[in-house]
């Protein structure tokens, strides 16, 4: 059993070189990351230069030989995107090697195909490193946390948003600014869209709730709002009422009964929440994840720490090598996985209608500056029996006066219906504004 | 390998109740929950009053009829206690079964001896829920983060401390009337003095570094310092000085060196440490826990949630179940260890000298209220090449000034001998109290 087990990299990028850089340097680190000896490695362009300690003759621009490579036994998915890493990964499968991929984008769209093929073919496909960076989230949803049910699961999942909304927050920056800022810093891209219009975080709560509540579901349905049109008005009048806006990810157990299809009804979605100060993901700032984790017999857990970054994503890479590796040193040929590491669906989970969704919820409406208003709004919700948690009047100006409202938990459905009548008063002007609230 | 997997339980009382609990309901946990049957409970008293779901033809008085059972296949003791707990994992180990336990007091004193029994016999001893309750902890040391080079572990681990200086700190209260309503409330025992004086503590940060770090040391030579003694001055000056006061359990990789026997130095203690506002464990209250990991290349994260109770300490020992069931499902009758899971040592650690232990650190001086005492201060302190972050002088009283000194990080054995040129002073009647500081 001392034979070192061979890794086979697909991309050599940030995440890439955070692995090699581990595996090349065991010492202080678990044992079995000595056992590890990297092969092969996928580039895009060999011409270029790299650091001394990766060989040349290890390199090619062709990821088949990666993965054909007989000495090669786990292949190591880092190269993003859709295609090809789909196809390579799905090649890898076939070719009887586990997988370790750092692809959320693959995995929440593809995640049940692959899944499929794995198991087919005996072998793992591991995640970690998609949701959360070095979090260690993906291995205590499938293994240390199985014994419970799980009611919700939610969290700040996104580094990049969190970081312009933390600025946002301690600064009262506008947003557009905050963007420019953080793209100089490298920590937006230049086209930001996946980051601030919440795709990314969809992505990420897609395969957290897969695990969680053991089924997939449509990931292209997840509602999902970023913080691209947020104004930096809510962000300070969230503050002033004790809150902190932070763009969550939620999926969470719906209150109704499974079907009779036996499909668990889940609510999932992505917005800008207002986030009360003593809750445990307000003080989560920067390019920090947390994620939370509710159940039975649980209670709350969560994991905190950072959401990107090489080496923190390589960390977690290094840990699903590992988790491989570990059960490869047992000796074992048999083609039958552990069910706790392969993480398998083991129900059907559907989305539920979105006006279904409960929240408590910020609303920001523009009136006339007249002394009726409040009362007539705290009517509309009244009659649909919805309560109002706090209506507060802000400062007026020219445009008329600022009422912000935080309601009780309310689903969508009355919440819209209450909305339509409120916007049909003669003294509203506008409703600027509306996100969740926990 | 649809067969079930035996349970037998040494114990059945508020944990193993709780075990019992989830193993009997596994609609919406992992599915693996429901391959688990429990066979055999030894407790204590036959006939005493239970819960109409436990049949009592599977209970029994004599626990190695539990361990002989031969539908047991793995045995969880939840007994707590060093005696005769240590005796009866190391039965069940020499009868070839894998054992859950919750007893830290047994693992961190015992440890070394039940892991080398365990992989002599090809046995898993798994311990997720003798450290943090429901906090996933142990398995992401072990696995999640063994690509990192560890350089710090620091935690709150202990719930009734943290519950009882959540209230000093928010109430102002004094230490003893915290503790007798704390001890109505259940949340301290009759006899608390292994909570309060942090020898709880120090058990589970003895278990937290031998797998960070990957040896144990002498448990019984951890410095180990309670909140017993703790003043609500201190508590009270901290919070006007923007920190909070929480008993802290720390392992650190020392600045030296290995030696020369390869043996790592460590730094591990136990003590109130005042923790910046801002720092993400002082957010951490009331019997919550939270363990940061500091390491390369993952950078800082923390595992936050309940540290006992029934449920979430059950949640801790079904996790290590599935995961031994998951590797029994594989058909696996190799009596090779899966070498993450099994956790053993891979190397020698040791504890550095205390006069080594480098830290920030809080100092409360009783002196007479004259002009020039601080500058004295100052002077010993600069003469000494220790850095002072601040000195404010509190309100004076009949008993003279209380100074407060909060210094930057120096070794122990430097403070000492300023402390000791200080107490010399004639201006100065008491050091009254001295506590770390992140």
Redesign the interface.
């Known amino acids: 059993?001392d034979e070192n087990i061979g890794i086979g990299l697909l991309g050599l990028g940030t995440v890439g070189s955070?692995v090699v850089?581990?595996i090349q340097t065991p010492?202080?680190?678990?044992?079995?990351?000595g056992k590890l000896s990297i092969k092969r490695i996928a580039v895009r362009d060999l011409t270029k230069q790299r650091e001394a300690s990766i060989p040349q003759s290890i390199l090619t621009e062709r990821p088949d030989e990666v993965i054909d490579d007989p000495s090669v036994q786990i292949v190591i998915e880092v190269m993003g995107g859709i295609e090809p890493a789909r196809t390579l990964i799905l090649r890898a499968i076939k070719a009887g090697k586990s997988v370790v991929t750092a692809n959320k984008a693959v995995i929440a769209r593809h995640g049940e195909e692959i899944a499929i093929a794995a198991k087919e073919a005996g072998v793992y496909v591991l995640i970690?490193a998609a949701v959360g960076g070095?979090?260690?989230i993906i291995?205590?949803l499938k293994?240390?946390?199985?014994?419970?049910?799980i009611s919700r699961v939610s969290g700040i999942i996104n580094g990049t948003t969190n970081y312009i909304l933390t600025r946002m927050d301690k600064e009262g920056a506008d947003y557009s600014d905050v963007l420019k800022d953080a793209q100089e810093l490298g920590y937006a891209e230049s086209d930001p869209a996946a980051d601030v219009e919440g795709l990314d975080a969809a992505d990420k709560i897609a395969i957290l709730s897969g695990l969680a509540f053991?089924g997939a579901i449509n990931r292209d349905k997840i509602p999902t709002k970023g913080i691209n049109s947020l104004n930096n008005r809510d962000v300070n009048y969230a503050k002033r009422l004790g809150y902190v806006v932070k763009l969550l990810a939620i999926s969470e157990r719906h209150s109704k009964k499974q079907n009779k299809n036996d499909s668990l009804p889940l609510s999932l979605w992505v917005e800008p929440t207002l986030v009360p100060e003593?809750h445990?993901l307000s003080?989560v700032n920067d390019v920090n994840n947390a994620i939370l984790i509710e159940g039975?017999?649980?209670?709350?857990?969560?994991?905190?720490?950072?959401g990107a970054?090489?080496?923190?994503t390589?960390?977690?890479?290094?840990?699903d090598?590992?988790?491989i590796a570990?059960?490869q040193?047992?000796?074992?040929h048999?083609s039958?996985?552990?069910?706790?590491?392969s993480g398998s669906s083991?129900r059907k989970c559907h989305l539920a209608e979105e006006a279904e969704i409960n929240q408590k919820n910020y609303l920001r409406l523009i009136a006339e500056d007249t002394p009726g208003v409040i009362g007539k709004i705290g009517t509309i919700f009244g009659q649909r029996d919805i309560s109002i948690e706090s209506i507060v009047q802000f400062d007026a100006s020219e445009e008329g006066a600022e009422i912000v409202v935080i309601t009780h938990k309310v689903n969508k459905g009355k919440l819209k219906a209450a909305l339509l009548a409120i916007s049909n008063l003669s003294e509203i002007k506008d409703i600027a504004s509306h996100m969740g609230c926990l």
């Open positions: 059993m955070g850089k581990i010492n202080g680190r678990n044992p079995l990351v970690e070095g979090i260690p291995e205590p293994q240390s946390l199985g014994g419970n049910k053991g003593k445990p003080s039975s017999p649980i209670g709350q857990v969560m994991f905190y720490g950072p970054g090489s080496g923190p390589a960390s977690a890479v290094v840990a090598i590992l988790n570990g059960i040193m047992m000796g074992l048999s039958i996985l552990d069910p706790l590491l083991w």
